[in-house]
């Protein structure tokens, strides 16, 4: 029993931050991204009957202790759907992302293993309940099942079962570019998941945060239906900033960002100033992407290269869902 999946990453327009259920991930707002095809993973799980543990591989390493624990108590959920709990597996994943550094790496990973893992186990493919399992395993992964442009609804029941990602535009219906600037492939030291927790408990911004979602949702959505760059771009940036903000507030404070993400985000405005249409979005991580149309990449790219600290620019465009290889 052996499948192989490919999963892209996703850059959030409208951020995920935070959860009203830590086990099942259930976030407490809406969030929509854009499936990007530059950055991705792929993996291969294999069913043997030999083995008495699972055994995982991440870039041809032998992966130990808590990642190993994460990755094989999300196979238990898969084994524990098809009927099949004593089906351990040898997982082999190569990542084409920065593992830990604001750059979803754990979406693309978490989308490739529960679609290589149920097809290989046997369970019926479907997009909507292979989003809602790759959800448990990572809650940005959800939204990596579908290419293009992505809603995760939050939904209400508590068991998580309305709680998914939808496609709401196709990859091929507009055809953006974001330029994702890597400053940093470290890890960073307060995890996404360490950092939710700590600021929707802590910080004083996060409720004025989760209100403001729901126009940002409604605005940005009728952006991307009529193609309209300025004001996608707009709601993206600002309901970036304003996600980083409750970081800021929170107890103890912290930030994801370096001073070269602060001078990324200073170059970003300069070029609007000029006349060359482009805006920034931030993750839990120091890397920026830069979003922008087509006719501006040279440009965009070569001031964009010659900040003091970026170390690489890598251009993406709307990416494909869900593959098998």
């Not at 951020?15 to 991705?40: A, H, Q, V």
């Not at 959920?77 to 604001?102: C, E, Q």
């Not at 679609?115 to 395993?137: C, F, M, V």
């Not at 001073?259 to 300069?270: G, H, Q």
Request: hydrophobic residues 40%; glycine residues 6%.
């Amino acid at each position: 029993m052996k499948a192989t999946a490919k999963a892209h990453t996703n850059i959030a327009l409208i951020k995920y931050w935070g959860k009203r259920d830590e086990s099942l991930i259930l976030p407490m707002n809406n969030s929509l991204s854009l499936t990007l095809d530059g950055f991705y993973t792929t993996t291969t799980v294999d069913f043997q009957d030999s083995l008495t543990a699972d055994q995982f591989y991440l870039n041809d390493r032998l992966v130990e202790g808590a990642e190993h624990h994460r990755v094989s108590a999300f196979l238990d959920r898969i084994r524990k759907a098809a009927g099949r709990p004593d089906a351990f597996a040898y997982v082999h994943s190569t990542n084409h992302v920065p593992t830990a550094a604001g750059f979803a790496s754990s979406a693309s990973g978490f989308a490739a293993l529960a679609a290589a893992a149920s097809r290989a186990i046997g369970l019926p493919d479907n997009a909507q309940a292979l989003s809602i399992l790759t959800r448990q395993g990572s809650g940005s992964a959800c939204r990596s099942v579908y290419g293009g442009f992505v809603e995760w609804e939050k939904g209400a029941e508590a068991d998580g079962s309305d709680s998914y990602a939808i496609q709401i535009a196709p990859a091929d219906h507009w055809d953006l570019r974001v330029a994702a600037v890597v400053l940093s492939s470290d890890e960073k030291k307060v995890l996404s998941r360490e950092g939710m927790k700590r600021t929707v408990e802590t910080s004083t911004f996060y409720s004025a945060w989760v209100e403001s979602i729901p126009d940002d949702l409604e605005a940005i959505k009728a952006g991307i239906a009529e193609k309209d760059f300025e004001k996608v771009g707009e709601i993206a940036e600002a309901n970036c900033l304003r996600m980083h903000a409750t970081t800021l507030a929170a107890n103890p404070p912290f930030s994801y960002w370096q001073s070269t993400t602060l001078a990324i985000m200073e170059t970003v405005r300069k070029l609007r100033s000029e006349g060359v249409p482009a805006f920034f979005t931030i993750d839990a991580g120091p890397n920026v992407k830069v979003l922008y149309t087509p006719e501006h990449e040279e440009t965009i790219r070569n001031t964009l290269q010659d900040v003091p600290g970026v170390h690489d620019i890598k251009v993406s465009r709307p990416g494909q869902g869900v593959s098998y290889v």
